[in-house]
């Protein structure tokens, strides 16, 4: 008898653990209870932001490995105050949306059983009034290159995507982003989210539905397989390409948007450019399907205390041996030539920095910033200038460009918030790399340090250098090495004697003639 073939688990899926609900109206819902419990911003943003590894050593490596570190920034992201809302709203709409779908129910399962009836006769319709009229949604759109895709990817990866309920018997999706191609239609859409089913769940939905349905019978199949996997949110990236797409009229999008929301009750967030704006509030202005639970639009940073922020944070980051200043002419000149838009700073100081450590100057200046967006950002000079004149008729020419927006009342408070937890960072960094060089000094290598130290003060918050030192080195292997071995004392016993007597780790070390004077640990 042949042996049934065996089905690959997704590295992704995760069995499910649950907790107490914290509202009532949640207790008992597996697809809540499954969940992580909800974080306001503020409390994840500490570790919402992602932030390079750089040592001052490393500024003394070869040029080639240091232009390698510096491709690191291209995963950068520092929170701002405009994230804050759209960090929170994806937690909510998630959970909100879930609120009145629990599978434990009967009701809920009369209604699913409704739903694939009514899909497979060709129409959708609710079958009761007890829940809300609509899911819960929001729209964010923005210019190209200040993040939209990039934070709400982040903010999603705080859920886990894929949850099997082994008690249960059914595989919950709680979240999937689709990006609409550039010449997308409806119908290449709603296939993309039958192929991203079938590759996350290893189903053949794709090939078992074909080709040859309708679009308006192809939505009505996509929500009966989101419905049945329990989807948490759908988020659409580029949607101004979906709208611009031939064929897509208003009623087959309106039908689409209606048949998630209303009808299988799965929250839609859309993300796209201020063209797709125009677009959606033209088609959908009596609908308000998009937008219910608020319509976020995002431009570049204006120059103030939130640019200043911004710049400076990421300013931090120079792999160059003579790190520069960030004095007002730099600062200046590097708003000059990006207006604020968050992916043009990093690229243009990304590319500075690699002009300097390739022609051997070795420093960032002015004239070197200028040099290097002469010629690198050659593409988008004309939507700079438009920008830098507010040239409002020319600024209408690029799709992608916002004029400034108004600030929002509450960003100064929110900013606080975000220099308190930098502070808080800075402190842990200080420590971090400071334990990172006393344990260099001692003869370790410098990835096996940095992969412990890392490791340490990821999991153990708060530590100073003095107690993480002593830590790493009582998980050190016997052989301690050629320093090690000529002290009388072994290291562990080294740094605690210094502990105990108020002596700081660096000049312990120096005295037992295990590291040079010079070496600061504390």
Excluded at 161 to 188: A, N, Y
Aim: include cysteine.
């Amino acid at each position: 008898m042949a042996k049934k073939p065996r089905i690959e688990v997704p590295f992704n899926m995760l069995d499910a653990q649950y907790r107490p609900a914290d509202l009532p109206e949640h207790v008992g819902n597996p697809l809540i209870e499954a969940l992580p419990p909800f974080r306001q911003a503020g409390e994840l943003i500490h570790e919402f932001g992602r932030y390079p590894c750089i040592t001052d050593d490393e500024r003394k490596l070869p040029k080639a490995a240091r232009m390698l570190a510096i491709s690191r920034l291209g995963a950068y992201l520092e929170p701002l105050p405009c994230h804050l809302d759209v960090i929170e709203k994806i937690g909510l709409i998630v959970r909100a949306g879930y609120t009145h779908r629990n599978p434990l129910k009967d009701g809920y399962r009369r209604w699913l059983v409704g739903l694939y009836r009514d899909a497979m006769s060709g129409e959708i319709r609710a079958l009761g009034h007890s829940t809300p009229s609509t899911a819960p949604s929001f729209a964010l759109f923005g210019v190209s290159g200040v993040g939209k895709s990039t934070v709400v990817e982040r903010a999603l990866s705080f859920l886990p995507q894929i949850v099997r309920h082994e008690r249960h018997r059914f595989v919950q999706v709680v979240w999937m982003k689709l990006d609409c191609p550039l010449d997308g239609s409806l119908k290449q859409l709603l296939r993309g989210m039958l192929a991203k089913f079938d590759d996350m769940l290893g189903t053949s939905y794709r090939k078992s539905i074909g080709r040859s349905r309708t679009i308006d019978e192809l939505i009505l199949d996509v929500a009966k397989i989101a419905a049945q996997h329990h989807l948490g949110v759908l988020v659409i990236d580029e949607i101004q390409n979906l709208l611009d797409a031939s064929g897509v009229g208003q009623a087959k999008m309106l039908n689409f948007f209606v048949t998630f929301a209303n009808e299988a009750k799965i929250p839609v967030v859309t993300v796209g450019t201020p063209r797709a704006l125009g677009l959606l509030e033209r088609t959908f202005r009596e609908a308000r399907r998009v937008g219910d639970q608020g319509t976020y639009v995002w431009d570049a940073l204006s120059k103030g205390e939130e640019w200043m922020h911004f710049l400076g944070r990421l300013w931090e980051y120079q792999w160059t041996a003579q790190v520069a200043s960030l004095t007002p002419a730099l600062e200046s000149c590097m708003y000059k030539h990006t207006q604020g838009i968050h992916a043009l700073v990093v690229r243009l100081f990304q590319l500075t920095q690699m002009q300097a450590i390739g022609d051997g100057t070795e420093c960032i200046s002015e004239a070197l910033i200028e040099d290097v967006a002469s010629r690198m950002f050659k593409l988008v000079a004309p939507m700079l200038a438009a920008l830098r004149a507010g040239n409002k008729e020319a600024i209408k020419n690029y799709e992608d460009l916002l004029i400034k927006l108004d600030k929002d009342v509450d960003r100064e408070a929110k900013l606080s918030l975000l220099k308190a937890q930098a502070q808080s960072r800075n402190q842990s960094s200080a420590e971090r790399l400071n334990t990172i060089s006393a344990l260099i000094a001692t003869g370790l290598e410098q990835d096996r340090v940095q992969e412990a130290v890392n490791s340490l003060f990821d999991s153990t918050p708060g530590l100073t250098c003095a107690a993480a030192v002593r830590m790493i080195l009582e998980g050190l292997d016997e052989d301690r090495g050629s320093k090690a071995e000529t002290t009388s004392k072994s290291l562990k016993e080294i740094v605690e004697s210094a502990a105990a007597s108020g002596v700081s780790p660096a000049d312990a070390l120096a005295s037992a003639c295990v590291v040079e004077r010079d070496v600061k640990v504390a």
